[in-house]
């Protein structure tokens, strides 16, 4: 796996921020760099290069009810769309 430190670099952190709004805004203004998923990132600024990594994690997400609800149409419904949406991700 690479790492900074694993190349020799370490590196200064100088900023901490959770919300990928505040990081994005950091990078813009050149204070940093950070690793945002797609998933939970709004628009990038103009000023932000998206770099995608090498190898991407997986995201696993299940759907639970119970077995006698599998009739209704709003839990299949929601499952399709569930099922739907996935393999749209798969494909990108």
């Known amino acids: 796996m690479f790492t900074l430190r694993g190349k020799g670099v370490e590196p200064r952190i100088a900023h901490v921020a959770e919300e990928h709004a505040t990081q994005l805004a950091l990078i813009a203004e050149g204070l940093g760099v950070c690793v945002a998923p797609r998933l939970g990132r709004g628009p990038v600024p103009d000023r932000v290069r998206v ?42």
């Open 51 to 92: 770099v995608p990594v090498r190898h991407g994690d997986a995201r696993h997400v299940y759907a639970v009810w119970r077995a006698d609800a599998d009739r209704r149409p709003s839990i299949r419904a929601a499952v399709d769309a569930l099922v739907t949406a996935g393999a749209a991700v798969v494909g990108q």
